[in-house]
């Protein structure tokens, strides 16, 4: 009965043994998908901002619809180059079968009731040439025309380009200044805290007014106000970078 005790023992050491490790790198696998504004630094978790600015260039529709203009306009330029040969026609007609007719007597009235049948095949070959000198005086006008909407296009499409470009800096900027901001505003709050639970004991015991008692619950307040403030904005920044490019970051903020 020992021996299967110990033989229990052992197996029950080595599983704990086997699993503890795993267990741990679980752990320390959930911890770093974990980000913490207080004390992490969102500029070392993200990718770099080049690659967030060329991100956002490629995903944004702005850009995309510029470049089918583009695109567009080409093939519009292609169609005025080969617009002139609209005006020559080649017609072919053809006719078979079998034709029947009746004879009738148009000074009489009377038809004579006389049928005749025959067969017949007709085929007609025609060509045309019908060529207005507008065509051939401004076909030349007409797809510079286009070479223009196409480069007008290009410069469209830079012009969106750099507009994605500033508002990726402009939101990573921001969600870096409120990262810091939340740092601030979170030393304040605790300070008010603290100051608060003083104001709280001296009010209770006669020390300091109830006008001074309000203005410092105002401050605490206020400090409690801006710190979610500050939370905010930084979360509303980081959904936008990744509306922006197009990538989930897939970070969890938790403030511990």
């Known amino acids: 009965m020992s021996d299967t005790k110990k ?7 080595l599983v704990m043994f086997i699993s503890s490790p795993v267990c741990s790198q679980i752990l320390e ?5 974990l980000f913490n504004p207080l004390t992490d630094d969102i500029t070392k978790r993200l990718p770099p901002l080049r690659v967030l600015i060329d991100s956002a260039v490629a995903n944004s529709p702005y850009v995309r619809y510029e ?53 017949r095949d007709n085929l007609a070959v025609g060509f045309y040439i ?56 979170n030393d304040y709050q605790k300070f008010t805290l603290i100051q608060m639970q003083m104001a709280q004991n001296q009010f209770l015991n006669g020390e300091i007014t109830t006008a001074e008692y309000a203005r410092l619950k105002e401050i605490q307040t206020r400090g ?3 710190f979610s403030q500050a ?3 930084f979360s509303k ?15 969890i903020n938790v403030l511990r």
Do not use: C
């Open 130 to 185: 019908r060529f207005p000198f507008a065509t051939l005086i401004d076909r030349r006008n007409r797809i510079n025309k286009q070479k223009k909407w196409i480069e007008l296009s290009f410069t469209q499409r830079e012009v969106n380009s750099r507009v994605v470009q500033r508002e990726v800096i402009e939101s990573y900027n921001l969600m870096v200044q409120w990262q810091n901001y939340i740092r601030i505003y």
């Open 224 to 226: 409690n106000v801006e």
């Open 29 to 33: 696998t959930d911890e770093t998908k």
């Open 7 to 13: 033989i229990i023992s052992f197996v029950v050491l």
């Open 231 to 233: 939370v905010a904005e």
């Open 237 to 251: 920044h980081y959904q936008l970078l990744e509306v922006y490019t197009g990538i989930k970051f897939n970070l």
């Open 67 to 119: 470049e089918l203009k583009a695109d567009y306009y080409y093939f519009e330029m292609l169609s005025q180059a080969r617009y002139w040969t609209e005006h020559f026609s080649l017609n072919l007609d053809a006719n078979f079968g079998r034709w029947t007719f009746r004879d009738r007597d148009e000074l009489t009235r009377i038809d004579r009731f006389y049928f005749s049948e025959s067969i």
